[in-house]
């Protein structure tokens, strides 16, 4: 049986949609079989893939995309402890926000939650406030991915500051990855085409820790 990964933050643009299906095209260009949820009321990968489909209707499905958007919240439920019998990886965009009624269910049967995060200050407290409820409530192990950092934001004495400050209190609650350079390399995402050598390798060593923990015991 496969793993329940979640890309997940209650606070919107930093890129879990994104990542979330790099990742998953990452893991099957890997040999490792994965399919995508999409739990997201605005259904952004759903419609990523129709788009993709329409412009190249003869490409292979490296992944298949589901949704759990207009179940009750028992049909989501029975939904995940089918979805952990399916032998694959199950990677999950959630929503943005945690007042919908189906997060409780997807938190609690997720493994590993991947949390895509910002360095400026509206972006830190808002994701730090998330972290410390996930992580008091449920089992997953959690991955902080500093996503889009850009050079400034690595050199200004302010954020840095803040950043370290920052990464001493993630220290408590999960892994901190290698950050992801802001580049128009990652700026978007195709559910149907294979990535090329340069997206690989800007995800290569945020991605890695993850892996070796989904590697790690081999079953759930």
């Known amino acids: 049986?496969?793993?329940?990964?979640?890309?997940?933050?209650v606070k919107g643009g930093v890129g879990k949609t994104t990542l979330c299906s790099i990742f998953a095209t990452y893991l099957s260009q890997n040999g490792r079989p994965v399919a995508v949820?999409?739990?997201d009321i605005q259904q952004s990968i759903s419609r990523h893939r129709k788009r993709d489909l329409e412009d190249n209707?003869?490409?292979p499905l490296p992944w298949q995309v589901k949704t759990l958007v207009?179940?009750?919240t028992e049909e989501v439920a029975d939904a995940l402890v089918n979805l952990k019998k399916l032998s694959c990886d199950i990677i999950i965009d959630c929503p943005g926000n945690i007042i919908d009624p189906n997060l409780k269910a997807i938190y609690s049967n997720a493994d590993i939650a991947v949390v895509p995060i910002h360095y400026d200050g509206d972006t830190l407290d808002?994701?730090?406030?998330?972290?410390?409820?996930?992580?008091?409530?449920?089992?997953?192990?959690?991955?902080?991915?500093?996503?889009a950092i850009s050079g400034i934001e690595e050199n200004n004495k302010k954020i840095k500051a803040m950043r370290d400050a920052t990464h001493e209190?993630?220290?408590?609650y999960g892994v901190l990855t290698a950050r992801i350079k802001r580049t128009n390399v990652v700026s978007d995402y195709s559910t149907l085409e294979p990535l090329n050598y340069m997206k690989k390798n800007a995800v290569k060593y945020p991605f890695e820790p993850i892996i070796k923990e989904l590697e790690k015991g081999g079953v759930n």
Not at 130 to 142: E, L, N, S, V
Not at 169 to 172: A, Q, T, V
């Open 1 to 9: 049986m496969g793993k329940i990964i979640l890309f997940t933050n």
């Open 37 to 39: 949820v999409d739990a």
């Open 57 to 59: 209707p003869r490409l």
């Open 70 to 72: 207009g179940m009750s």
């Open 126 to 147: 808002a994701s730090l406030d998330f972290i410390q409820m996930f992580h008091a409530k449920f089992r997953a192990k959690m991955f902080f991915v500093p996503n």
């Open 169 to 172: 209190l993630l220290d408590d």
